[in-house]
């Protein structure tokens, strides 16, 4: 079956645009993660989506950062006024229950 | 002090060795814990729960410790498809759903 899918896989983007990356978890998982990992780190968490419970946005490193998520379906994580610092691959995951993990492809954003 | 460390290595080995990679947590509270491997340029991949009573998937051996906040990876035979990071991943805290903490990685290199 179709597993997640994350798009675009490659944005470059001038410092200060907005970019906006889109997630399409597993069919039926009713939560959702997204993370980045930054070259030669490890994952940082961002933000959890559970259902219709209000979304775990502990990780977001700045108001710059905000996700959406529609019902149980796709979310976008949007990076407004993006800094270089924001180059990374951002990584979507869901789950249908307990903490198994399936993840995205990843989106590499490059800010220049 | 991070919540998940690792030793990020490189671990170099020979086809056959036997190598094992350390975890340590710093949330007592934590309840469920994780190996994943991550290739290069790639998302990364479940490789196996950990157990508290130690678990077994052919040559890869999980261990955790609960009163030292150590969890322990180990692999036999190591083949050079074995080359990869492992992430070590805790469960933030006691709950069964909620953010998962990532390790920085621990990079292994298996040579002919």
């Known amino acids: 079956g179709a597993g997640v899918s994350q798009s675009p896989s490659n944005k470059v983007t001038e410092k200060g645009k907005d970019v906006e990356l889109r997630c399409d978890p597993i069919?039926?998982?009713?939560?959702l993660y997204w993370y980045r990992q930054r070259l030669g780190q490890g994952l940082e968490f961002l933000i959890y989506?559970?259902?219709?419970?209000?979304?775990?946005k502990s990780g977001l490193p700045s108001d710059r950062f905000s996700a959406e998520r529609t019902g149980e379906s796709v979310s976008t994580l949007t990076i407004q006024r993006t800094q270089q610092e924001d180059s990374a691959v951002y990584l979507c995951?869901?789950?249908?229950?307990?903490?198994?993990?399936?993840f995205g492809p990843g989106t590499r954003l490059t800010v220049t | 002090r991070k919540e998940v460390e690792q030793d990020p290595g490189p671990f170099n080995v020979p086809e056959g060795a036997t190598v094992a990679f350390n975890c340590t947590y710093s949330?007592?509270?934590?309840?469920?814990f994780f190996w994943y491997r991550q290739d290069c340029r790639k998302e990364p991949k479940l490789l196996m729960s950990?157990?508290?009573s130690g678990n077994e998937d052919g040559r890869f051996t999980a261990q955790l410790n609960r009163a030292s906040q150590y969890i322990s990876l180990l692999i036999r035979d190591s083949k050079l498809s074995d080359s990869a990071t492992y992430l070590c991943?805790?469960?933030?805290?006691?709950?069964?759903?909620?953010?998962?903490?990532f390790g920085q990685g621990t990079t292994l290199q298996v040579k002919p």
């Open positions: 995951a869901s789950s249908l229950w307990g903490l198994l993990r399936y």
């Open positions: 069919s039926g998982h009713t939560a």
């Open positions: 989506f559970q259902g219709n419970s209000a979304p775990d």
């Open positions: 949330n007592s509270a934590s309840q469920s």
């Open positions: 950990v157990y508290s």
């Open positions: 991943v805790v469960n933030e805290g006691s709950s069964n759903t909620g953010k998962l903490i």
